[in-house]
Nanobody, 126 residues
Framework: QVQLVESGGGLVQAGGSLRLSCAASGRTFSSYAMAWFRQAPGKEREFIAAIKWSGGITSYADSVKGRFTISRDNAKNMVYLQMNSLKPEDTAVYYC???????????????????WGRGTQVTVSS
């Protein structure tokens, strides 16, 4: 059973930065793509960023491109989301997710990811 545990969320002022971390356990972490999603109150869960199992390819939502950076450390079974220039509209619960397909390409759809963390709250004040 795969376990994902997010951390690093909190309250920050607009323009500030946060770094989210996701610790993974339970299977060969380095063989699977990883992603971050977020869900704001009353809205559907949306894709934010994904990174290939090898770390060489990333994908971002247009809303965060140029501000957020996803990375991974396969030796530590960790994936990170560096968030800069935060805006109030970035306020949401952020979820880490693991791909269901081994050695798969980077994808942005929620249905592809079959393991999810419990989420970490990010609140950006104006």
């Amino acid at each position: 059973q795969v376990q994902l545990v997010e951390s690093g969320g909190g309250l920050v002022q607009a323009g500030g930065s946060l770094r989210l971390s996701c610790a993974a356990s339970g299977r060969t972490f380095s063989s699977y793509a990883m992603a971050w999603f977020r869900q704001a109150p009353g809205k559907e869960r949306e894709f934010i960023a994904a990174i290939k199992w090898s770390g060489g390819i990333t994908s971002y939502a247009d809303s965060v491109k140029g501000r957020f950076t996803i990375s991974r450390d396969n030796a530590k079974n960790m994936v990170y989301l560096q968030m800069n220039s935060l805006k109030p509209e970035d306020t949401a619960v952020y979820y880490c997710a693991a791909d269901s397909l081994r050695f798969g390409n980077v994808v942005t759809t929620t249905t592809r990811y079959n393991y999810w963390g419990r989420g970490t709250q990010v609140t950006v004040s104006s």
